[in-house]
C-alpha cells in the first residue's frame, strides 16, 4: 500500500477526508464482520472504556502484548487504588483493526480518488468540526481514521509481516492520541516512573537516556507507567499522568547493563524483535516486572535527561523554556493533526511543576537513587 510519487506528504502524512471513510472503509467492515472471525477486548485507557475489535489473530498477537496491562479481563491494579481508575461502564471508543492479507478482505486506497485525499495538511483547529480526522502514514503504511460523531475510529494494514516493530511498542498511538484529546487528555513523549501515588516525568529528545533511566528505576523497585509516550491531563493544582503502554525500547548497547535481559526469550516477555531503523530491542515489561507497572501517578516533577561526564549522577536547575523545547516539539512531530490544545496543555504543564535537569552518570546503577532523593524524598 505504498504512496504513489505524485501526493506530497507533510511530515509523512497524507491527511484523508470523511468521504473515504463513509464511501469506502465502512462497506468493508461490513463485509469484515460477516466474512471474518473477531477477537473482541475492552481496554481501560486513561479511565476510558476503549472496545477494540481485532479481525487478524497475527495482528492481534502484534499489537496486544503493549497495552495488555490496560485490558479490562485481567487487570492488574497493584499502586492505583483512586477512583480514576474505576474504568467508565459505557464505550466511550470503539476501534475496528485489521490487516488485508491476513483477512483476504481488500480496501482501495485513498489515492484512488482526488475526493478522499486532502491537498495540504489539515488544519485541526479549523476542521474539528468536520467530525474526522484521518492519516496515511508513510514509512509504518498504515491508514487511522476517527469519526468523532460516533466515537469510532478504524485501523488496518497492508501487511502485517511488514509491519514494523515501533508499530508493536506504541500500537494505534494516532487513534489514541486523536481520542483522548477530545477529553482534554495528551499524549506527550516521555518516561515515567514513580513512588506510591507519586511520579516523574522524563522528556527529552530521542538519545539522551531517558529509556536506560526508566529500565534502570524499574529494576530497582520504582513503579513504571510508561517509557515512550503517556497520557498527560493538567487539572488545577497540577498534573497526572495515565499509563499507555507496557512496553520499553532499548537501544542494544544498552542491553549490557542489563545482563539478565539478554538471556530472556520470547516467553518471559522479550519481544526478540529488533527496530531495523533504530537497532532497538522492544520489551514487553507487562511480563518481566507485573507488579511495579502503574496505571495512573500524580506528577511531581519534570526531569530532562542528558549525559554527563561523570561517574555520578546528579540534579541541577534548568530553565522552563528549556524544559519546555525538551518536551514539545518531539511529541508534536510525531503525532499527526495535533491541535493547538496540546501545546497549551504542554505550557500548563511546564508552568504547574517543577523542572530539574537530569546530569547521567556513566553508574547508571545509581541514577534511581538521585532520584529518589532529589524527587521523592519527602515521601
Not at 535481559?261 to 520489551?283: A, H, Y
Request: aromatic residues 8%; proline residues 4%; contains cysteine.
Amino acid at each position: 500500500m505504498s504512496i504513489p510519487h505524485n501526493h506530497i506528504l507533510t511530515r509523512n502524512i497524507l491527511s484523508l477526508k470523511k468521504t473515504y471513510l463513509t464511501d469506502v472503509v465502512l462497506p468493508v467492515v461490513t463485509v469484515l464482520q460477516k466474512k471474518t472471525e473477531q477477537i473482541r477486548k475492552q481496554y481501560c485507557i486513561a479511565g476510558k472504556n476503549v472496545e477494540l475489535f481485532f479481525y487478524s489473530q497475527v495482528l492481534y498477537e502484534r499489537l496486544h502484548p503493549a497495552i495488555s496491562h490496560l485490558d479490562i479481563s485481567h487487570m492488574n491494579i497493584p499502586n492505583s487504588k483512586d477512583a480514576t481508575q474505576v474504568c467508565s461502564q459505557a464505550c466511550d471508543l470503539t476501534v475496528h483493526v485489521w490487516d488485508m492479507s491476513g483477512t483476504g478482505v481488500v480496501v482501495a486506497p485513498p489515492w484512488s480518488s482526488e475526493e478522499y485525499v486532502n491537498q495540504q495538511e489539515v488544519d485541526t483547529e479549523r476542521n474539528r468540526g468536520n467530525d474526522f480526522l484521518g492519516v496515511y502514514l508513510n514509512g509504518e503504511e498504515s491508514i487511522s481514521l476517527y469519526d468523532i460523531s460516533t466515537k469510532t475510529a478504524y485501523f488496518f494494514i497492508q501487511d502485517v509481516q511488514v509491519l514494523p516493530t515501533w508499530v508493536d511498542a506504541a500500537p494505534l498511538r494516532t487513534i489514541f492520541h486523536w481520542f483522548l484529546a477530545e477529553n482534554n487528555i495528551y499524549l506527550l513523549h516521555g518516561a515515567v516512573v514513580g513512588i506510591g501515588e507519586k511520579a516523574a516525568l522524563l522528556t527529552a529528545r530521542g538519545g539522551s537516556g531517558k529509556s536506560t533511566t526508566s529500565m534502570e528505576c524499574i529494576r530497582q523497585g520504582m513503579t513504571y507507567l510508561g517509557d515512550d509516550y503517556v497520557a498527560i491531563e493538567v487539572h488545577d493544582t497540577g498534573a497526572r499522568a495515565y499509563s499507555l503502554y507496557s512496553s520499553a525500547k532499548l537501544k542494544l548497547n544498552a542491553l549490557k547493563y542489563f545482563p539478565e535481559l539478554e538471556v530472556q526469550d520470547g516467553s518471559n516477555g522479550l519481544l526478540t524483535k529488533i527496530d531495523g531503523v533504530e537497532q532497538k530491542m522492544v520489551l514487553n515489561l507487562n511480563t518481566l516486572f507485573p507488579q511495579q507497572i502503574q496505571l495512573s501517578a500524580e506528577l511531581v516533577a519534570v526531569l530532562v535527561p542528558t549525559f554527563g561526564t561523570g561517574e555520578m549522577t546528579h540534579v541541577e536547575p534548568i530553565h522552563k523554556v528549556q524544559a519546555f523545547l525538551a518536551l514539545a516539539p518531539t511529541t508534536l512531530f510525531q503525532l499527526p493533526l495535533a491541535s493547538s490544545a496540546t501545546l497549551r496543555t504542554f505550557r500548563l504543564l511546564i508552568e504547574r511543576l517543577p523542572m530539574k535537569r537530569l546530569v547521567l552518570g556513566s553508574s547508571v546503577s545509581r541514577v534511581p537513587e538521585v532520584i529518589r532523593s532529589s524527587v521523592f524524598s519527602s515521601i
